[in-house]
């Protein structure tokens, strides 16, 4: 029996700009096609060994259920990560574990504002913001940042004109995702300063801490939480870090105790994260130094040869990513929905065609973002060499 009442709600969830082309992807694979994945930060760099040991030797059996909280020793290997990067204060009763950064997003939009409210943010932005602000009932306001100026944040007065009655909170990605800006002490003691004046909370998105390149500094939430707990959420996510987008394992964190309460209530509803997962990644505090400094370092190559060899493409415009592994490329084509589809469908290189994610789902404006793409970088240099060479010839024909 075909059915014709899906709700409404249903029908206004957004599309992912990530996944949408995926049908394509697999068709073109089905030929025989090699697809370099450009359009997905899903990294090819090996989780830690003494994580995927964890998992060769797990015996226990049945798996149970995990606490509504997190797994006592795995958020003991939190508190020590944090406190380790000097934030001394950050205790357990701070952290909800969530199944993965993406619910930390959907229960901060859903303890902060009620159905109708704003959450302003800065576009191009996380996609998976649309998706959990319709699924909760929330307005996402876009304030424009533009790549001319690396994609950093506007004038307070720009910022602050998008402020009205319904507005609950200001959202930030940093480092960003889409964009690759990390933003200075400057921009984030802004938007502090704007979230004290309009009572707003503060939530940031900091999956990406750790990729920054170029001597920068990233300045983290946690900087400012102790001054003012009441407002500031930090949101948290071990899959870029450690290489485990497939163990979906988040963090919300925050000093204000309401906040914290809530979302456990959240939790209790969904019962637990995944068990193994929890138990892989309480081996955090066990992972070496020299496993990020040579990740770090693996990014910034990449980086390095995405940029250079993108910048050689005739009418491609981009800015030099600070951090994450993502950017914002400008192409010489109107429509860069249609490009992307052609790509997979039409176009091949040597048995071999890219898949990138058309940017105008990465906007709140419609119109914004139809001539531009977002690249992750996660692949290795050979690869991305390749995918540029794929990008150049294509362009060409298209």
């Given at each position: ?27 073109a694979k089905r030929q ?10 899903d990294p090819d760099i ?57 619910e930390a997003i959907s ?292």
């Amino acid at each position: 029996m075909k059915n014709t009442t899906v709700s409404k709600r249903l029908i206004s969830v957004p599309a992912s700009p990530i996944r949408k082309l995926v049908p394509y992807a697999m068709e073109a694979k089905r030929q025989g096609i090699k697809v370099l994945h450009l359009n997905i930060g899903d990294p090819d760099i090996k989780t830690p060994d003494v994580m995927i040991d964890v998992l060769n030797k797990w015996t226990e059996n049945p798996i149970r259920y995990g606490q509504s909280q997190g797994e006592g020793k795995f958020i003991d290997a939190l508190v020590s990560y944090y406190n380790g990067l000097g934030y001394g204060f950050v205790d357990a009763k701070n952290i909800q574990v969530t199944t993965g950064g993406s619910e930390a997003i959907s229960m901060a939009f859903f303890a902060v504002c009620q159905p109708g409210e704003e959450v302003i943010t800065f576009e191009p932005y996380y996609a998976n913001y649309n998706s959990y602000a319709t699924i909760n009932g929330v307005k996402i306001v876009p304030v424009l940042t533009k790549g001319e100026t690396g994609f950093h944040l506007p004038e307070r007065q720009v910022i602050e004109e998008k402020i009205t009655k319904k507005t609950k909170a200001i959202i930030i990605c940093n480092p960003n995702n889409p964009t690759g800006t990390v933003y200075t002490r400057a921009e984030m003691e802004m938007l502090v300063s704007i979230c004290e004046k309009n009572n707003l909370f503060l939530i940031s998105d900091e999956v990406y801490r750790e990729f920054v390149y170029d001597g920068k500094k990233h300045v983290s939430i946690l900087e400012f939480m102790k001054k003012y707990p009441d407002k500031m959420i930090l949101l948290d996510s071990l899959s870029k870090r450690y290489s485990l987008c497939g163990a979906r394992l988040g963090m919300f964190v925050s000093l204000n105790e309401d906040l914290i309460a809530g979302v456990l209530r959240i939790a209790q509803g969904r019962l637990s994260s995944g068990l193994i997962d929890q138990e892989m990644a309480s081996k955090l505090t066990q992972v070496k130094d020299s496993y990020f400094k040579e990740v770090h370092k693996e990014y910034q190559t990449r980086r390095d040869v995405l940029y250079n060899g993108l910048k050689s493409i005739p009418g491609v415009f981009l800015e030099k990513p600070e951090g994450a592994f993502y950017t914002i490329v400008k192409l010489p084509v109107t429509d860069t929905e249609d490009f992307c589809q052609w790509l997979l469908s039409k176009f091949v290189h040597e048995k071999t065609t890219i898949m990138i994610a058309p940017a105008a789902g990465f906007y709140g404006t419609k119109g914004r973002g139809k001539n531009e793409v977002r690249i992750a970088y996660v692949l290795n240099t050979r690869d991305l060499e390749k995918a540029i060479e794929i990008l150049r010839r294509a362009l060409v024909e298209y």
